[in-house]
Every structure is written in structure tokens, then in C-alpha cells.
């Protein structure tokens, strides 16, 4: 072989830098905490606070959900890590299988029956303790104590709620619902149209409204407040926007309210020397002029 045809087949065996380049060095860095982290973590823990939040409860049902969700939130990370520890150690020990023969059917082992048998009961008594839990908690939210001090019908509409205060001297509103601190009151729930979900997170969960049923639900606000919920059931074009509004008042601010709303309608006050045409008068008599 000739030298040149040496050095062009050693020249044709490397790879250029120009088609694959290496990246360059980075000096290491000592880990710090990232800002990126801290900020997705700050605006995750301000979900948990305001108007319209589960964990952030203002009645007895609403903080008996709030208790069932750290009770599963804890319970259940702790049966991840726990499958995780079991998972890894799984992966990084060793077995030493040299000297043992291939078997078709091999022997269950003592030690693999006694981690089945834990893991079941383990598991038996997790879910048992969460059913309990959870059966103990719906008592509390549907159950029914003494008697309401007021009793409201709710119907959902298309994208609107519609909001009757029943009753001696009842009245209706629309999208918000004002009730008195430390007072139970039944909430009676129907729909004029599709399905719709009452939700008051920071006072109670959620209930459907569907056709032809009426449900019911009792919330009793524990201070004062403006509470936001929202329909909670997809229900159209605007389901986003069909948001409805809980104001709790001191029962003094409330019946004053509430009289106010039952009280006929004030007639309004004109100016002096202006009058009001019905759809049947004739024109005023400046109008009739510019009109010819």
C-alpha cells in the first residue's frame, strides 16, 4: 500500500469536529435554590387562601372537607414513599443467585410470603380507616341538625342563577345570596334548563342540579364575608362566567337588608315641571312641534 492511500484512509476514519462539536465545558456550579422553584412554589400556596377556595374554610362542612383532603393528601404520600423505598431497594440489591438451579415452578419463599401478607393488610386497613374517614364526614356535610333560619331556592339557568328567598315577605335576586353569620340555611337547588353544580367552596361542596330533581344543601357561614362560587358542572358556551357570590352579614345588617328588599318599591322622584308620557299620551308639546 502507498503511503498516500495510508494517511488518506486514516483521514477518512475521523469524524471532523466541524460535523460533530463537542460542547464546551461548564464550570460546576454549587446547587442554590432556583428562583423559577420559588415562585411556582409561592403561587401554588396562594392558591389555598381566598374567596373561592376549598382549603380555605369558613363552616363546619367546608372544614370537615378540608380535614378529608389533608387526612388523604397525608395518608396517601405516605403509602408513595413507602412503594417507592420498597421499589428501590428492589432495584439496587443484589440477589446472589450462583449455585441455584433453573426450576419451572420454584417455591414460594417464606419472606416473600410474609411481605404479601403485610402489604395486603397494610392495604386492607388504609382503605378501611379512608372509608371510615369519608363515611364520618358526609354525616357531618348532608346531615340534618334543627331546623333552618332561612330557605332559599336556587335555580341555574343558562349562564345566570336565579336566587328566591321563600317565605312571609319573599323577594328574589339574581347571582348572589346574602345570608346570616352563625345561622343554618337550606339551600334548595333546581334547574330551569341543563345540569348545572352549586359550589360554595369555602362554605360547602359541590351539588348537582339536574332535571326534574330537586337537591338540597345547608351552609352556615362562620363570620362575615364575601364568598365566590362558580358552577362546576360544563354546561355551555359561558359555563366560565357563571359565578354567584355568598355575602355573609351580621344578623342585624341582614334583616335590615332583607326588609329592605321585601319593602314595596319607591316611586321615583322626578324633576320638578317634567312629567312622564305612557306609551298611550301624546307627545309633550315641544316634541309634537320639532316633529311637524
Given at each position: 500500500?502507498?503511503?498516500?492511500?495510508?494517511?488518506?484512509?486514516?483521514?477518512?476514519?475521523?469524524?471532523?469536529?466541524?460535523?460533530?462539536?463537542?460542547?464546551?465545558?461548564?464550570?460546576?456550579?454549587?446547587?442554590?435554590?432556583?428562583?423559577?422553584?420559588?415562585?411556582?412554589?409561592?403561587?401554588?400556596?396562594?392558591?389555598?387562601?381566598?374567596?373561592?377556595?376549598?382549603?380555605?374554610?369558613?363552616?363546619?362542612?367546608?372544614?370537615?372537607?378540608?380535614?378529608?383532603?389533608?387526612?388523604?393528601?397525608?395518608?396517601?404520600?405516605?403509602?408513595?414513599?413507602?412503594?417507592?423505598?420498597?421499589?428501590?431497594?428492589?432495584?439496587?440489591?443484589?440477589?446472589?443467585?450462583?449455585?441455584?438451579?433453573?426450576?419451572?415452578?420454584?417455591?414460594?419463599?417464606?419472606?416473600?410470603?410474609?411481605?404479601?401478607?403485610?402489604?395486603?393488610?397494610?392495604?386492607?386497613?388504609?382503605?378501611?380507616?379512608?372509608?371510615?374517614?369519608?363515611?364520618?364526614?358526609q354525616r357531618t356535610?348532608?346531615?340534618?341538625?334543627?331546623?333552618?333560619?332561612?330557605?332559599?331556592?336556587?335555580?341555574?339557568?343558562?349562564?345566570?342563577?336565579?336566587?328566591?328567598?321563600?317565605?312571609?315577605?319573599?323577594?328574589?335576586?339574581?347571582?348572589?345570596?346574602?345570608?346570616?353569620?352563625?345561622?343554618?340555611?337550606?339551600?334548595?337547588?333546581?334547574?330551569?334548563?341543563?345540569?348545572?353544580?352549586?359550589?360554595?367552596?369555602?362554605?360547602?361542596?359541590?351539588?348537582?342540579?339536574?332535571?326534574?330533581?330537586?337537591?338540597?344543601?345547608?351552609?352556615?357561614?362562620?363570620?362575615?364575608?364575601?364568598?365566590?362560587?362558580?358552577?362546576?358542572?360544563?354546561?355551555?358556551?359561558?359555563?366560565?362566567?357563571?359565578?354567584?357570590?355568598?355575602?355573609?352579614?351580621?344578623?342585624?345588617?341582614?334583616?335590615?337588608?332583607?326588609?329592605?328588599?321585601?319593602?314595596?318599591?319607591?316611586?321615583?322622584?322626578?324633576?320638578?315641571?317634567?312629567?312622564?308620557?305612557?306609551?298611550?299620551?301624546?307627545?309633550?308639546a315641544a316634541l309634537?312641534?320639532?316633529?311637524?
Amino acid at each position: 500500500m502507498a503511503p498516500d492511500e495510508h494517511n488518506n484512509n486514516e483521514r477518512d476514519r475521523r469524524v471532523p469536529d466541524a460535523v460533530f462539536p463537542l460542547p464546551p465545558s461548564r464550570p460546576e456550579r454549587v446547587w442554590a435554590p432556583s428562583v423559577d422553584l420559588l415562585v411556582t412554589g409561592s403561587a401554588l400556596l396562594s392558591g389555598c387562601a381566598g374567596v373561592q377556595s376549598a382549603l380555605d374554610p369558613h363552616s363546619e362542612q367546608a372544614d370537615t372537607l378540608a380535614v378529608l383532603f389533608w387526612t388523604f393528601t397525608a395518608v396517601l404520600g405516605l403509602v408513595w414513599l413507602v412503594t417507592m423505598a420498597g421499589l428501590l431497594l428492589a432495584l439496587t440489591r443484589r440477589r446472589d443467585g450462583r449455585g441455584e438451579s433453573a426450576e419451572v415452578r420454584p417455591a414460594v419463599k417464606r419472606p416473600m410470603l410474609v411481605a404479601f401478607a403485610a402489604m395486603l393488610a397494610s392495604s386492607a386497613i388504609v382503605l378501611s380507616g379512608l372509608a371510615v374517614l369519608s363515611f364520618g364526614g358526609q354525616r357531618t356535610i348532608f346531615g340534618s341538625g334543627a331546623g333552618a333560619a332561612l330557605t332559599i331556592s336556587v335555580i341555574g339557568h343558562q349562564w345566570w342563577w336565579q336566587v328566591r328567598y321563600e317565605g312571609d315577605g319573599g323577594f328574589e335576586t339574581a347571582n348572589e345570596i346574602r345570608i346570616p353569620v352563625g345561622s343554618p340555611v337550606d339551600i334548595k337547588l333546581t334547574t330551569a334548563d341543563v345540569i348545572h353544580s352549586f359550589w360554595i367552596p369555602s362554605l360547602a361542596g359541590k351539588l348537582d342540579l339536574i332535571p326534574g330533581k330537586r337537591n338540597e344543601l345547608r351552609i352556615e357561614a362562620s363570620k362575615p364575608g364575601v364568598y365566590r362560587g362558580q358552577c362546576a358542572e360544563f354546561c355551555g358556551q359561558q359555563h366560565a362566567h357563571m359565578a354567584i357570590f355568598v355575602v355573609a352579614l351580621e344578623s342585624r345588617e341582614f334583616e335590615r337588608w332583607r326588609a329592605d328588599q321585601a319593602a314595596p318599591a319607591k316611586p321615583m322622584a322626578h324633576r320638578r315641571g317634567q312629567g312622564v308620557a305612557s306609551a298611550g299620551s301624546p307627545p309633550p308639546a315641544a316634541l309634537s312641534e320639532s316633529s311637524r
